[in-house]
């Protein structure tokens, strides 16, 4: 494989990725998000390209600030517009360029065939309805009929493995547990049969236990459906239980993207690297200092010349401080945001200072 | 094993219901914590960790049972001065520092409340010390806290918890609130001053990996009692207890390669404290390995391997006192 330096939006890139099969079922391209204030717009969100195959299972992993939930907002138009917003960029599903659709075009594809879970249920579902109520209102607005509706309401609480559906289609959601909440929004995605699938953290509020039942259950649906899904999360075992392509977002940009193996066993950006060595793993010895990554990740908004993380990264030379590093092509779909390729990187020792 | 600095014996916990019967938050825990050494606690949410955690430092005065702390009986007559030995450091440090104060201010105020350093230059020296400590600088003895990242304010509030010279800290999820890449940070930091200042730690997490990382000994809670306890690599490398081997299982790892390899096991829902099943077993609704015994008879804390304590009636009878590893590996066959 190549090591020379390529931009990534470039086709050459695609011919590298493992996973090729037919067009991507959603694409992003060069997607810049910002705030505007007065005449002054600031991005937060830079240069995201990327995309997601049919069956595809992608996770975006991001500390909070790296605009990963942003990211995935901007996909179904739900960005809290103002003061954020679509500043450039493309955005492609199945072929359509969500950004040429008005209201209603984005509110038909949105549901029916992208749907979202959010990291809190509870904040999710109205309280004072009863999750019949929420799932058929969600299916009759994607225009089922009535009966139709309900009798999809039924099918899909019992899909999500929910002990007795009749209780729970009657129980406001206050009458129910997290993990059951959780398995409700899955349902009420899962409705209407869509084609992806966008979790942002769902089981971040849950107890481990609970989160691998949810884990298992979207791999479950997804293995029967075949429907893409993709994973944000801050959580690196998450990823490594559940997801075949990983997105490592920082600053607002993507740092890293690669297979989960590739990744996890060689890291291309320090950030990566310094991420999976700050959790202790197997072969972590008992009480031996983790990595630390000192300072703090800069605001998106602020940004100075340069890459974002020189500052942070111990592998920083004066090019850093000068040009922001594209996304380098590194093996076989694995590009990174740094200007060193991992053999020129010092021993990891380096990070304990 | 070195001298044991926190003794808590079956301490019970109630809670009044306004209707029906009392929450029993604990019932009957009993921890050891040996001087410099760290205790860790798992658990769901609602098995008491928390509950436990404001017990120990004196929130919270338990219904029955006592605490001693380095050879006292905590409560009643003991005045502060044993108290401050024990303090609890929480899960979100923003919302346990004052935003009004700054770090010197907070710090100060601290050594002035418990008649610590008198004199102003002395404060300021040991506010410096302090700082120091944590690993902080002086440019941060102006800032108020959301001047501070999440890393820096967790370590001014060990600073604030070691103000007072305690033996013993009371971690409650002290990474829980944390960016990844700062939990090690605050990790590393609380490993290195254990070091120096020979401290013992109460390390209470739901973060499995973090606390086999800091602990020696780990207690493993459910519904207000302590299920399974024992030496770190014990508890989590070989649980004898069938529902920590289903937190441990459940525990996805950074590591693709293993989770490839992983058997996958379903756990049941988590019971809320007070929907517990009335006779045996309090695991036994979830539990894949629950027979008639566990539905009848609640199962008692034994010492199974020394000083490896569980409260299971299968793994007390597949598992006899003093087998040795060869019976570890049969155990785990034999698991589900």
Not at chain 1, 157 to 174: D, K, S, T
Not at chain 1, 305 to 324: H, I, L, N, V, W
């Amino acid at each position: 494989m190549s090591q020379a330096a390529l931009e990534t939006t470039g086709p050459a890139f695609e011919a590298g990725r493992p996973v090729t099969a037919g067009e991507p079922l959603l694409a992003l391209r060069g997607v810049g998000i910002g705030v505007r204030r007065r005449r002054r717009a600031s991005e937060i969100v830079r240069g995201v390209d990327l995309e997601v195959f049919p069956g595809q299972k992608l996770g975006i992993v991001g500390e909070s600030g790296s605009g990963k939930s942003l990211t995935v907002l901007s996909v179904l138009g739900l960005l809290p517009d103002p003061p954020v917003r679509l500043l450039r960029g493309q955005i492609t599903f199945a072929g359509q360029d969500l950004g040429t659709l008005d209201d209603r075009g984005l509110a038909r594809i949105r549901g029916a065939e992208i749907a979202m879970v959010y990291q809190d249920p509870m904040t999710s579902l109205n309280p004072l309805l009863r999750v019949r109520t929420q799932i058929v209102e969600t299916l009759r607005a994607h225009g089922a009929p009535r009966d139709a509706a309900r009798a999809r309401c039924r099918e899909v609480l019992n899909q999500v493995g929910l002990q007795e559906p009749e209780r729970v289609e009657r129980a406001f959601p206050h009458e129910l547990s997290g993990g059951m909440l959780q398995r409700v929004m899955i349902a009420m995605a899962l409705a209407v049969s869509p084609r992806l699938l966008i979790a942002d953290e769902p089981t971040t509020a849950l107890d481990v236990t609970i989160q691998q039942q949810i884990l298992e259950l979207v791999e479950d649906i997804q293995a029967r459906t075949g429907m893409a899904v993709v994973w944000v999360t801050h959580d690196l075992g998450v990823v490594a239980r559940i997801v075949d392509q990983v997105v490592v977002m920082y600053a607002g940009r993507v740092v890293e993207k690669g297979p989960t193996r590739t990744l996890f066993a060689h890291p291309s950006h320090p950030y990566t690297l310094a991420l999976l060595g700050s959790l202790p793993h197997q072969g972590t010895l008992h009480r031996q200092p983790l990595t630390q990554i000192g300072g703090t990740p800069p605001d998106p908004a602020r940004l100075e010349r340069g890459c974002p993380f020189r500052s942070r990264c111990p592998f920083a030379f004066d090019r850093c401080a000068q040009e922001e590093p594209p996304l380098i092509e590194r093996g076989p779909g694995v590009a990174a945001a740094c200007w060193k390729s991992p053999d020129e990187w010092k021993s990891p020792d380096e990070w304990q200072k | 094993m070195a001298e044991i600095v926190l003794r808590a014996t079956d301490i019970e916990k109630d809670y009044p219901s306004r209707r029906g019967p009392k929450v029993r938050a604990l019932r009957g825990v009993s921890v050891a914590l040996a001087g410099a050494s760290t205790l860790g606690v798992v658990g769901e949410s609602g098995c008491g960790k928390s509950t436990l955690a404001r017990v120990l430092v004196g929130l919270e005065q338990p219904t029955s049972g006592r605490i001693e702390l380095m050879g006292e009986l905590v409560g009643g007559t003991v005045g502060a001065g044993l108290a401050r030995r024990i303090q609890l450091v929480f899960q979100d440090p923003f919302s346990s520092l004052n935003p009004r104060l700054t770090v010197s201010v907070a710090l100060n105020e601290v050594l002035a409340v418990h008649h610590l350093v008198t004199g102003r230059p002395e404060r300021r020296r040991r506010v410096d010390e302090l700082l120091t400590m944590v690993a902080l600088g002086p440019r941060f003895l102006e800032r108020y806290p959301h001047e501070l990242s999440g890393g820096q304010a967790q370590r001014v509030a060990i600073a604030r918890a070691l103000a007072v010279e305690p033996r013993v800290l009371v971690l409650d999820e002290p990474t829980s609130a944390l960016d990844v890449s700062v939990r090690a940070e605050v990790m590393n930091l609380l490993s290195r001053l254990q070091d120096q200042l020979a401290l013992s730690y109460v390390f209470i997490s739901h973060d499995l990996a973090m606390v086999r990382h800091i602990s020696d000994t780990i207690s493993v809670m459910y519904l207000g009692k302590v299920v399974e306890s024992g030496p770190y690599e014990a508890v989590l490398g070989a649980p004898l207890h069938p529902y920590t081997r289903a937190l441990a299982e459940a525990v996805p790892l950074p590591d693709p390669e293993i989770e490839a390899g992983r058997r996958k096991a379903a756990a049941g829902e988590v019971l809320t404290l007070g929907a517990e099943p009335l006779y045996g077993c309090p695991y036994h609704p979830r539990c894949p390995l629950a027979e008639d015994l566990c539905r009848a008879q609640v199962p008692d804390l034994v010492e199974l391997r020394p000083g490896h304590e569980v409260a299971c009636h299968i793994a007390a009878r597949e598992a006899p006192v003093g087998t040795g590893p060869a019976a570890r590996a049969d155990q785990k066959e034999t698991s589900p």
